[in-house]
């Protein structure tokens, strides 16, 4: 039986030679989709490609995105890295089985790494299901992007041998990323026609309680379905 895998995500990447060995280690440990936000112009190098080793063919077969929500559209769970502490409403883990036994049971998932510099904004975290931290020296807790993806792509390897769960029934009725953000868009218009936004300079923060909130569980095509006629008969 053919092992499940993530989709791996790089937003904002600075490095063309990161992109590369992040494809070349992705193929050392089994994953193929290889997601890119926003890179720089002219990526796909020589520096970018070298790097890949023999990963060509995950290179080759990149999907680039302008931003990031349209590139996880297609997704129902996902899974950001940070190692930076944040002041969010979401569900943090270092459990690497539990990641596992969320990769088994959902139809789509991904794994989100930020830029080099920076990493992922909270902006970038909105959608995002769970926060997941590599456990580091509190001396050094900064790594290498390709680094970062490495152990990652290295411990879901072994992980693939392993029973992490007892349930191997896909949650097919769980609604993706682009449902979810049709609906929150729609909420955020008529909180911002009633004023809902106050003070002004809250409103980024307010939304990232609102979107912490409907990401904290997985949410159904029925359940969505009620959110909607409940928000549209409230608004009439």
Not at 64 to 83: G, M, Q
Not at 92 to 118: H, Q, R
Not at 152 to 175: A, G, M, P, R, Y
Request: with cysteine; charged share 25%; proline share 3%.
């Amino acid at each position: 039986m053919t092992a499940k895998n993530p989709s791996i995500i790089l937003v904002r990447p600075q490095l063309p030679e990161n992109i590369g060995m992040v494809a070349r280690v992705m193929h050392n440990f089994g994953l193929k989709d290889l997601i890119v936000v926003s890179p720089k112009d002219n990526w796909l190098n020589n520096k970018s490609i070298n790097a890949a080793k023999k990963a060509n063919k995950i290179i080759k077969n990149i999907k680039v995105f302008n931003d990031l929500e349209t590139a996880l559209s297609n997704f129902s769970y996902i899974v950001a890295t940070t190692n930076r502490k944040r002041y969010l409403e979401k569900n943090y883990t270092n459990d690497l089985k539990l990641i596992k036994s969320k990769i088994i049971v959902n139809k789509k998932t991904a794994i989100l790494f930020g830029p080099e510099n920076s990493g992922l904004s909270n902006e970038d975290l909105r959608l995002s299901d769970i926060l997941f931290t590599i456990e580091t020296s509190s001396k050094s807790n900064s790594l290498n992007l390709s680094h970062a993806v490495a152990i990652l792509c290295h411990k879901l390897f072994e992980l693939n041998n392993l029973k992490v769960t007892n349930s191997n029934i896909i949650e097919k009725d769980n609604i993706s990323k682009y449902q979810l953000s049709k609906f929150l868009d729609y909420l955020f218009k008529n909180l911002d026609n009633k004023n809902f936004f106050t003070p002004k300079e809250k409103k980024e923060s307010m939304k990232n309680n609102i979107y912490s909130i409907f990401t904290k569980i997985p949410l159904k095509n029925k359940e969505l379905r009620t959110l909607w006629g409940i928000t549209k008969k409230l608004n009439k």
